[in-house]
């Protein structure tokens, strides 16, 4: 029995404050730390909060954007590597934006705009984006490919189809889970990033998390709360779908 108390110590300590801002965004008042009834009084004023609308439609424009960029080349990066130049320094070199930390990858992105004197607007946070997300996918869909058998394909080539066809009806399907995964770890660190998005963002444009922090300078209050919940439960109805969707295509 002692042996598990650290183990529910963790648990208590990564997960009660998200259960305390879940029950707060409910509270009728409008202080963030003390209960005074249950209310969706808040869900309504974040309905109705136009500057939230506009970072939401931000985000989910430039999270869905970098996703399709970021799961494309992802993938064709990974089978690049795994199975036709296998390099160290090139693997190396694939994982290094989601390795490196956000601030210096911010500050070089920045620099590198700067360079070519592109205007800062949501295009450089979407393509910023797809930096860090592309290594991300292509770091899952090499794991995946790592369990996959290399013969089928290689059966494929000998039965006559050429490459193009065997990565279409043997390659791609083999890979699906890898990819849907890959989209959505891709999807979920566009939504929730703020450093890269603060330093890439123009000021006519900002992301969700920009709107979050010009909100929270000033203290949190019970709409940031209904708003976290509301991040909270989309991120979990994403997971529960997309492994739904991972054992769907394994199982065919």
Do not use: C
């Not at 494309?72 to 090139?90: C, F, I, P, Q, Y």
């Not at 869909?141 to 089928?152: E, F, I, M």
């Not at 603060?198 to 709107?211: D, N």
């Amino acid at each position: 029995m002692l042996k598990k108390i650290p183990f529910w110590i963790t648990y208590v300590f990564l997960y009660v404050p998200i259960v305390v801002v879940v029950a707060m965004s409910f509270n009728a008042g409008d202080s963030p730390y003390s209960w005074s009834g249950f209310s969706l009084s808040w869900y309504a004023e974040l309905a109705k909060d136009e500057q939230i609308r506009i970072g939401l439609g931000n985000t989910l424009l430039v999270a869905t954007g970098s996703t399709v960029i970021a799961t494309v080349l992802g993938t064709l990066l990974a089978v690049g590597l795994a199975r036709h130049t296998r390099s160290k320094v090139l693997d190396a070199i694939a994982t290094l934006p989601v390795i490196l930390p956000d601030i210096v990858l911010a500050i070089g992105l920045l620099a590198f705009y700067s360079l070519i004197q592109l205007t800062l607007g949501l295009y450089s946070v979407l393509l910023a984006h797809a930096v860090f997300g592309t290594a991300a996918v292509a770091a899952v869909v090499r794991t995946r490919l790592n369990g996959t058998d290399p013969s089928l394909e290689e059966a494929s080539r000998d039965l006559g189809a050429n490459g193009f066809s065997t990565f279409l009806r043997i390659t791609l399907p083999t890979l699906a889970p890898g990819i849907v995964a890959g989209a959505l770890l891709a999807f979920t660190l566009s939504v929730d990033e703020f450093v890269i998005a603060f330093f890439t963002a123009g000021p006519q444009s900002p992301t969700l998390p920009i709107v979050i922090y010009s909100m929270v300078r000033f203290g949190v209050t019970p709409e940031i709360n209904a708003l976290a919940t509301v991040l909270l439960a989309v991120t979990f109805t994403a997971i529960i779908a997309a492994a739904r969707l991972t054992r769907l295509t394994e199982r065919r």
